[in-house]
């Protein structure tokens, strides 16, 4: 499970190497600097001289093309632009908003405050579906060219070659597991046939909301994609009961004042989650060499984790062949 730890200079990036970082950027700093919670990436924060705090984000090496951040970082000056509230980088005395340092990519942002919506009521439900409206309104004004894209071979097929020529999945849950999630891929395929896509967030989730004041706030665009825009509706709300789908509809009521929705594509939910998991599980299997993967997630790879997995894939499947 574990692949070559080619990133060794990510895990030994120090604060001292975060400050060098930020000052060689311009950016005068104080010797403070705090670790902020991130898995994938590495982010600190970091005290300028006036005391005032910037964030500095340094990427995982290997993950995105210099290409890739590139279109991260435009699209959220488009946002920007538009008026939305985002968190884009902070240019450099340059102009630029992407450096290196000993071959990491790295950022900064201004500091933002906030903390994720404890709950959602059907207000802050209709302004998450104008938000994200706004959202694919800019998304779609332009083609994406480099990111990549939600779909069945991205997040499904390549994912599983990648796990089966190492030995991931048990021996004996393997198939069980590869079937359930092969079918989810052609289910998707089929479901997403002739569905209008366009650069999102990809990742938008309660935890990548910042509420302050009554502001709501979108960050962390680090998953941006090119998908069909239901994917950044259903993880605002993700459940499956009652609640959920009326959530939904409060979203998409929200989302159709200033976009159209097609409703025809909320029978993607039940394949976009199987395709998210079939993900995530890859991804957890391509990090086990960091060191805060194993102590995060210890019940990865067991048994019972890819019991569970497959189980809820195959119920995943049936729910998608009843609607």
Known sequence: MSEPATDDLFFSLTPFKVLEAVEA??????????PLNSFENRVYEVEREDRTRVVAKFYRPGRWTEAQLLEEHAFLAEL???ELPVC????????STLR??????????????????????DELLERLGMLVARLHNVGAGRPGQHRPRIDADTFVRQELTWMEARGTLPAGIASRYVTAARRIADLADERM???????????????????????????????????????DLWLLAP?????AMQQRAVLVEGYERLRRFDWSTLRLVEPLRGLR???????????????????????????????????????????????
Not at 210 to 227: E, H, Q, T, W
Not at 239 to 243: D, H, L, P
Request: aromatic share 10%; with cysteine; proline share 6%.
């Open 100 to 121: 290196r340092i000993e071959g990491i990519y790295y950022c900064l942002f201004e500091r933002v405050g906030g903390r994720a919506p404890d709950e959602l009521d």
């Open 277 to 323: 998991m079939v993900r995530y599980a890859a991804w957890l299997a391509r990090r086990w060499h960091d060191p805060i993967f194993p102590r995060t997630w210890p019940h990865f790879g067991t048994a019972s984790y890819w019991n569970d997995e497959t189980r809820a894939l195959e119920e995943i499947l049936d729910l998608s062949l009843e609607n």
């Open 193 to 231: 046939r002739g569905v209008e896509v366009h650069r999102l967030h990809g990742d938008l989730h309660l935890g990548n909301l910042l509420l302050r004041d009554g502001l709501l706030r979108l960050v962390d665009f680090d998953d941006m994609a090119i998908g069909p825009a239901v994917q």
């Open 88 to 95: 884009a980088p902070r240019p450099f005395e340059d102009g």
């Open 25 to 34: 950027a311009g950016v005068r700093c104080n010797p403070v600097c705090y």
């Open 80 to 82: 920007l632009e538009d």
């Open 239 to 243: 459940g499956r009961g009652e609640e």
